[in-house]
Every structure is written in structure tokens, then in C-alpha cells.
């Protein structure tokens, strides 16, 4: 099972990273792909996870002080 969850994290850190790209959030896959995962709680709690984990690394990695 162990295994299993790091394919869901791997899944839900590539699903961050491509709504990163400008207007992906337009795409109407991507915005069906997106309630899906919101739909699913397993998973909506990994990519909440997934998505405070970049914010407050991108915020450190753009602290120059």
C-alpha cells in the first residue's frame, strides 16, 4: 500500500505542477480532471497537501534575506 500512495502523490504533484502552466486552468480536461480529484476525498487531501507543500517551498526558495 505503501507503494500505492506514493503513485498518488506522484500523480497529484505532477496534476500541481502542470496547473502551474498559464491558462491551464482554462482547459476544460483539465478543469473535469481537477473536480474529479476535488470529488474524490483520498485524494483532494493529498493534492491539498501537495499544493501547501510548494507554496511554502516557493516562498522560502524567494526569501533572499
Given at each position: 500500500?505503501?507503494?500505492?500512495?506514493?503513485?498518488?502523490?506522484?500523480?497529484m504533484?505532477a496534476v500541481?505542477a502542470l496547473?502551474?502552466i498559464p491558462e491551464?486552468?482554462?482547459?476544460?480536461l483539465?478543469?473535469?480532471?481537477q473536480?474529479?480529484?476535488?470529488s474524490n476525498?483520498?485524494l483532494?487531501?493529498?493534492f491539498?497537501?501537495?499544493?501547501k507543500?510548494?507554496?511554502?517551498?516557493n516562498l522560502e526558495?524567494?526569501?533572499?534575506s
Open positions: 500500500f505503501e507503494k500505492q500512495d506514493e503513485l498518488k502523490r506522484s500523480a504533484r500541481a496547473l502551474t491551464a486552468e482554462k482547459s476544460p483539465m478543469s473535469e480532471f473536480s474529479q480529484i476535488s476525498p483520498e483532494a487531501a493529498i491539498e497537501s501537495i499544493q507543500d510548494s507554496s511554502s517551498t526558495s524567494m526569501d533572499t
